[in-house]
């Protein structure tokens, strides 16, 4: 028997809780981080295709004036 | 008053609802997980057998039925977006995979930890687990096939196949326990009745209710991203407050 199967016997609720529980919920948290990371990323993308539209726009209006 | 459901498949409309719907699911999942596991590890008792170890039931169990069930939904909205072209749909299959693969990591990561002290094995290569792990390679193969075409229309039909193909899994995953001898138990809830003590069943649906609470608000928050990424270059998202900001 290794030191682990003495340990998980002696300590179900900590193996139980640690190995499971706690991996599912830190999957969980870096799901939702990676979420909110994609969300900000593609929002300063649009923002800055848009600003780049808008300089160009100005431009083309002060070439044309 | 009727209510035009047809609105919603547009990612115009979408998208707001989409945003206001996120905090209630995860506000509403937050509150399940935290009731479940306080059912599942204060009221419900040990079980005869296998002592503490079973209670990884609560949130293997959850994980593996939205590992599949999510699947379902993915290959469901994948086939729309093929038959009728829809946007959105293409878009909800793209981000339903994540999660989804999430979902069955956790099944196979949780079953192995329960394995360990009930076969006295992490892995074995019996009729369930191994189904289980296709499921896993289907998302990922899905997330992967995706992600390598550069046009996005074509990757939604190339990767639309693979799910619809894929699907065929699900049904072998769930019959696996009855078509073939596996160490895997059968299902403990079936529509005959359940031996499971009422509290176990009430921590595993109410930990269940949580994850596909967590899942649609995940999933919802992941396609608002991947409808701003497509719709870029149109007036209606230049538009938008967290745009013009």
């Known amino acids: 028997m290794s030191s682990l199967d003495i340990w998980m016997r002696e300590n179900p609720l900590a193996y139980v809780w640690l190995g499971s529980y706690a991996v599912a919920f830190l999957i969980f948290a870096i799901e939702i981080a990676m979420v909110i990371h994609k969300r900000k990323i593609t929002l300063q993308q649009v923002r800055l295709m848009r600003e780049a539209e808008d300089e160009a726009r100005d431009d083309k209006s002060g070439e044309n004036n | ?245």
Request: aromatic share 16%; hydrophobic share 55%; with cysteine.
């Open chain 2, 1 to 245: 008053m009727a209510i035009n459901w047809f609105k919603y498949s547009a990612p115009t409309t979408f998208y707001g609802l989409a945003g206001k719907l996120i905090p209630w699911f995860a506000a509403s999942s937050a509150i399940l997980f935290v009731a479940g596991l306080y059912i599942g590890f204060a009221v419900a008792p040990a079980d005869y057998q296998q002592g503490e170890f079973y209670r990884i039931i609560f949130i293997h169990v959850p994980a593996s039925i939205l590992s599949m069930f999510l699947y379902l939904v993915m290959a469901g909205y994948a086939a729309l977006g093929l038959i009728f072209n829809t946007r959105l749909s293409a878009m909800m299959a793209t981000a339903i995979a994540p999660t989804g693969a999430l979902f069955a990591f956790i099944s196979l990561w949780t079953g192995a930890l329960w394995g360990k002290p009930m076969w006295g094995a992490w892995w074995v290569w019996d009729a369930r687990l191994t189904s289980e792990l296709i499921l896993l390679f289907l998302y990922l193969g899905f997330i992967a096939l995706h992600a390598s075409i550069d046009d996005p229309r074509r990757a939604d039909r190339a990767s639309a196949l693979l799910a619809i193909v894929g699907s065929v899994n699900v049904p072998i995953i769930y019959f696996s326990v009855k078509w073939w001898n596996t160490l895997h138990q059968g299902s403990t809830i079936k529509f005959s009745g359940t031996s499971m003590h009422v509290a176990m069943q009430q921590a595993m649906f109410t930990v269940l209710a949580a994850c596909w609470l967590y899942a649609i608000a995940v999933v919802l928050a992941r396609v608002r991203s991947i409808i701003l990424e497509r719709e870029r270059n149109t007036t209606w998202i230049n538009e938008l407050p967290e745009v013009r900001s």
